[in-house]
């Protein structure tokens, strides 16, 4: 459906040219008829878009809309999520210099008379024998390179030296997302966005100090040691992210409703493939109204006890029994659906009206030019 969208206005535009340059044709021909000298010359190069040329026109525009058309899935599909592991080694490793620079430079001169020419031909050196790059490793297969002090990296980076096995990481990775690509699909709820709008935070993935991430989100409610409770929940991140496959994020909002988790759920788009977002309202004074959840989840038992577990703690002063909570719950009953489950979504994947008007104008002029080109030179 995309496809025939963006092809029919550029092959219009191909079909009127083609039948544009033969009117042209028989006009001048009926104009001219009765010179003969003239008449041979137009013979010898008409001006008409012959039918070989219009299937070249045809092949061009498929060519340009096909081309569009998988930028355009690449963009609605591609999406990132976070992947979450822990420090298993970091390593001091001698490289090669990366600092180098012209030398021994010297004037090289060929050939004689008018034909002489000369110009400057230098070696490579380096500023260093080597150099030194300061490395942290996690159990997701993703290294970081801490910058160097010097410009050597003989200086021990003060990061590196604080960094020890088992600190949390976070990173982002590139992935497909069906949903995403069709937003409207799963999650529209009429009016919720602008209803909410006020209270629905940014998507948590700023990631800072190379592999730090906070992950709880509030919003309009005081959280006392907030610093302490994000590290608290990047542990349990690097514990269940590679084992469950899962990133966890808190969402604290003041005195919403229960429909609010709806709005933040459409807001997200969902979430990513492997959210579990709790997310929790609470009054002024700290106490927990309602606790839910957003995770694309094989069984809504996850859901559930989530839910009550949370519920029953009774206010967010009791932080670390919240976080607790939810890493049992991701623990014990955590599995997220395949992406592949979704595919079934590609098919009503909807192009942004930018994306639309950009392929579509960009096909057309490429397919007017083409039109005018042909008229004039004969190419078959």
């Avoid at 809309?65 to 420090?87: A, D, K, M, P």
């Avoid at 970091?90 to 620079?101: I, L, P």
């Avoid at 014990?332 to 592949?340: I, L, P």
Wanted: aromatic share 10%; net charge positive.
């Amino acid at each position: 459906m995309i496809f025939l969208t963006i092809l029919i206005i550029p092959l219009v535009c191909t079909i009127a040219g083609f039948i544009i340059s033969g009117i042209i044709k028989n006009q001048k021909n009926k104009n001219f008829k009765r010179d003969i000298q003239y008449y041979h010359s137009l013979y010898d190069k008409e001006e008409e878009i012959t039918w070989g040329e219009l299937v070249i026109q045809i092949g061009v525009n498929l060519i340009l809309v096909g081309l569009f058309v998988g930028i355009i899935s690449c963009q609605n599909l591609t999406y990132t999520e976070i992947w979450n592991g822990r420090v298993v080694s970091k390593k001091r490793e001698k490289v090669s210099c990366r600092h180098s620079y012209d030398c021994n430079c010297r004037r090289v001169c060929s050939g004689s008379g008018k034909n002489r020419s000369c110009h400057t031909v230098c070696d490579t050196c380096y500023e260093h024998s080597y150099d030194i790059d300061w490395k942290i490793y996690d159990n997701t297969g993703r290294f970081f390179d801490v910058d160097t002090v010097d410009r050597q990296g003989l200086i021990e980076p003060n990061f590196w030296t604080i960094t020890r096995e088992g600190d949390p990481t976070a990173h982002t990775h590139i992935y497909k997302n069906y949903i995403k690509a069709s937003p409207g699909s799963l999650f529209r709820k009429y009016g919720l966005l602008e209803k909410y709008k006020d209270v629905l935070p940014e998507y948590p993935n700023k990631i800072y100090n190379y592999y730090s991430l906070d992950r709880i989100v509030p919003v309009g409610v005081k959280v006392e040691n907030l610093v302490k409770w994000n590290k608290e929940l990047s542990i349990v991140n690097s514990k269940v992210g590679v084992s469950k496959e899962c990133n966890a994020i808190i969402v604290l909002v003041n005195n919403q409703p229960r429909e609010y988790l709806h709005a933040l759920e459409q807001h997200w788009v969902g979430g990513n493939k492997n959210d579990a977002i709790l997310v929790i309202s609470v009054a002024d004074n700290g106490t927990i109204i309602w606790a839910d959840s957003i995770a694309l989840v094989q069984e809504s038992i996850f859901k559930i006890i989530l839910r009550d577990n949370v519920e029953a703690v009774g206010t967010i002063k009791h932080m670390d029994k919240i976080i607790n909570k939810l890493y049992v719950a991701i623990m014990g009953n955590y599995k997220r659906k395949e992406m592949k489950d979704f595919k079934y979504l590609l098919s009503t994947m909807t192009p942004t009206i930018t994306q639309y008007v950009v392929a579509i104008v960009v096909c057309t002029f490429i397919s007017i030019g083409l039109s005018i080109m042909f008229h004039k030179e004969d190419i078959l």
